[in-house]
Each structure stands twice: as structure tokens, then as C-alpha cells.
């Protein structure tokens, strides 16, 4: 018997009707081949071919809970985002460092402070407690230290910024970067010194800094509790936080490059200019890596 090969293109789905699986016309029920059994199969079969032009519907998983917000087709991110559990065992560290320092040093802290303004009575502070840059150099450390746990958190909370490296590794290596930065400042700035035979003012001047680092490492720790873990006050306080090192850098360089105008004899207009590449150019280019 030939059998009729004929095939039907159904209208939706990218598919064709043999027309041996159509039922055939009985003059009595029907007047044309009928496709609604075909339909049927394919429709509920698990090979029925995807539409051709319609928009695939997604349903509600039946695992959906009340934590999901939407269903869609697009796939959404995971959050990977890494908590700051590990910053309250660094601060811990700097506030143990920072208590270690004050018993070794001994230091008067109203005269540090007074220090800050005074030439007299930072010359007083470094003869009586013979101080030398060197022993400053851990309390610049954690003042460093704390200046880099509030860039990333500045820069995860306010810039957005997605870090492609755990924020632990970051941290450590903006630390390091500043610690360096500042050991090979101070490096500079001594040859400087020796070139234009301005010792004096050039080791007054560094010292100036490190006892801004000394006061820096006293505030800022115990405020870095509330920037990571005080969550109804932590925007309020990395503001301060941020105001604290602003003013700090700005009072520094001022009372810094008062000194070095003050106190040398020779070429303070080319001293000025070397302080000022030393001082602020790294400052823009950090800034401008941090916003980028």
C-alpha cells in the first residue's frame, strides 16, 4: 500500500507533522486531517522542540523561598563578597603594638602633642627621651597600618570598588606599599639634606612627621572599631577617620615645610620643590589609582 508522505509545518514550534500521524478524514466527523493528538505529544513530550518565535517562560522554582527577590533569564552573580572578620584581630594587634610602644617609650603625651606646633618643645621631647627616627618607626608603621584599612573600606564602600584579590592580601600589600613609600621618602629627603649641606632642618623635619604618624597611631585604631563593626555609626565614623588622616597630611606638610623655610640657610626654594615631589605627587598618583 502507498502511503501518502505529505507533511504539515505547524505555525509555532519549528517542527513538521508526518502526515501519517494525522487522523484521517471520516466524512462523517471531520472534513480535514486533524493535528490536536500531534499537538498534544509534542507539546508534552520532553523532546518538543523549543518555539521558533516566542519568548521561553520561566516558572517559579518550587525550592523558591522568601530570600529570592526575582526570576528571570538572566543568571545572576553570586555574592562573594568577603566580611571584615579578620580586620578586628588587626586592630586588636595595633592597639597591643600601640600600648607596647608607650610603656618602651615613655613618652609625655601632652609634650608630644605640644610638639606637633612647637620647635622648642619637640627639640625638649627628642633630648630628653633621645629620640631617633628609628624608634618612631613602629608607631608610623601602625598609624600606615590604619591609613590602609580605612582606604579599603573607602574604597569597597563608598567607590565601589570590586577587589579581584582578597581584601586580607590588599590590605597587607597597601601596607607595605606605604611603609616603603615612606622609608624611601625619608631616604630621599636625607640626601637632600646632605647636598645642600641643610642637615638640621631636613632631621627636624622628619622627625616632625614621625611624631604626626605617633599621634595618628593613637587615634585612629580604637575609631576603626566603629568604621568595620559599629553598623549604625560605621558611615559617621569613616568620615572621621578619613577627616583625621586629611588634617593630618595637611598640618604635617605645613608644619613641615615651616621648618624646613624656617631653619635652612641655603636653597630653600629648591627645597621646596623637592618636598613638594616627594610629598604631593605621590599622594595624586595614589589617589588617582584608587579612582580609577
Known sequence: M?????????????????????????????????????????????????????????????????????????????????????????????????????????FNLKDIFASLFNQHTQGRVERENNVKTSSLLSMTFIYLASVAAVATRFATSQLDVILTIPEPLFFAILTGILFLYVILRGGLIRLIGSIFNDNYPVQAYLTSNHFFFFVGALILPPLLLFVFFAEPIEQTALAIATAVIVIILIVRLARGLQLILTNSKTSKLYLFYYLCILEIVPILVMGKILTY
Open 2 to 106: 502507498n502511503q501518502d508522505t505529505n507533511i504539515v509545518y505547524h505555525p509555532v514550534y519549528d517542527t513538521v507533522i508526518p502526515q501519517l500521524l494525522l487522523r484521517p478524514v471520516d466524512s462523517t466527523t471531520l472534513s480535514t486531517p486533524d493535528s490536536n493528538d500531534y499537538l498534544l505529544l509534542c507539546n508534552d513530550s520532553i523532546f518538543a522542540p523549543y518555539a521558533a518565535d516566542s519568548v521561553t517562560l520561566f516558572r517559579p522554582s518550587m525550592f523558591a523561598n522568601s530570600h529570592t527577590s526575582h526570576f528571570g533569564n538572566e543568571p545572576q552573580l553570586r555574592d562573594v563578597s568577603q566580611g571584615f572578620d579578620w580586620m578586628f584581630f588587626v586592630i586588636i594587634a595595633m592597639l597591643a603594638l600601640v600600648s607596647i610602644n608607650l610603656n618602651r617609650l615613655r
